[in-house]
């Protein structure tokens, strides 16, 4: 028998294990390599199949990505949002755990298009089961932006900005893309029900500014908007976005993103995150309030062929109250360069003590990330803090005898 080693290529040599790439991101994170990751697809549903071989073929790297092809007995809108608590165990997490056994590295699952995200009984989200039940998992995502064509859109705009960035890892920075924007904007104008309340946002303007979560980090300079008084309609290059839409007293009407109500603009406006404190802004079916569906739809914000989409988002799947709402380290992570998976992940983890914290549910590839972010190999390193823009000139100080940074993440 010939060997496979004789057909690998120098470079598939250099890499290792027949193309299998070692994709280091931050040595905070340890080595996060496409071996952490795990595709669970519905295979009762055709949409949940086609989808998993686009992600496969047109997200880099995700064809070495493991597989793990589950038949789920589920209800609810588009014939999969719910799940017995039964069913989720037997047909789901039993596999899951079956399947980790075999791949110890896992520690992302991805749960595709097709895949349920609510529980029938109401008593959790499954991304919320998945966090209390599975050890070896640190943090899940749902590959579905509310429909199908949402869903394949998304995968094709991910492909494109990957291939801008031109990495050769799994994360994907929009900044050095050249798709994302800088402003930061939160909507604290509410109904009066909640007038007493504390201002829920503030905590959101002061994680941009407090010192992040994790590190290294990036120093920028931050700009956001916050206003109380007025809804804000209109989102200028925005890198991250949160507001109590339907819950604004009538200000913002529930089908915000899609009446014209608000609008992004810019030259920079495919790449941003958003979270809205609506209590069912993560279901399928039209909650009477915005939903992730609306986000990420085709002329959602006032763009046309999904120009203005955000590229990230989390929801809740059932009322979630106001203790529930997740913590605020998420738009500071997520400014300086934590992928999104790990900056929405952490903040649920933080907002564990609060009320109903496992109806949150993150949307979205969980390696997108805002910036680059760079290793620092010891203390003569040369960090660079700043945002690249493709084609700018950046200058650089160096200390003799310093050691470059290696920029590896994007």
Known sequence: MVSAARFMSLSERRRGLLGRPRLT?????????????????????ADSVTVRNAYRTQRRYFRYAGVLNVELTTTGSGGFEKISLANLSSQLLDPLETKLAACPDV?????????????????TSVQGRIRSDV????????????????????????????????????????????????????????????AASEAVLDQYEDALAAPPTH????????NYVIDGATPITALVNPAGYCGWGANSGGAVAEDYATDGTIVVSGDHCGWWAITTIESFNG???????????????????GGTDYAHTPVTALGYV???????????????????????????????????????????TMFGDPFVSLHMRVITPGPYSVQIAQAFVPGAV?????????????AVSQ
């Open 25 to 45: 991101y931050l040595p905070e994170d340890g080595e996060l390599r496409i071996e952490n990751v795990l595709l669970v697809c519905n295979v009762a549903q």
């Open 107 to 123: 520690t992302h699952v991805v749960l595709l298009y097709g895949c349920p995200t609510r529980v029938a009984e109401g008593t």
């Open 135 to 194: 050890e070896q998992i640190e943090y899940s995502t749902h590959l579905d932006l509310g429909s199908l064509t949402n869903t394949l859109a998304y995968i094709a705009k991910l492909a494109t900005v990957h291939a801008l960035v031109g990495s050769r890892g799994l994360i994907i920075s929009g900044r050095v893309g050249g798709v994302a924007g800088e402003q930061y904007y939160f909507d604290d104008n509410r109904a009066v029900q909640y």
């Open 215 to 222: 590190t290294p980090l990036i120093e920028t300079i931050v």
């Open 283 to 301: 279901q399928r079916a039209d909650p009477n309030q915005g939903c992730f569906s609306e986000w990420f739809s085709e002329t959602a914000w």
């Open 318 to 360: 059932e009322e979630p109250s106001l203790f529930g709402v997740i913590a605020s380290t998420f738009f500071g992570d997520w400014e300086r360069g934590v992928y999104a998976a790990k900056a929405w992940g952490d903040a649920i983890n933080q907002g564990q003590a609060f009320l109903n914290a496992g109806f949150a």
């Open 394 to 406: 950046v200058t650089q100080a160096f200390v003799p005898g310093a050691v470059i940074s290696q």
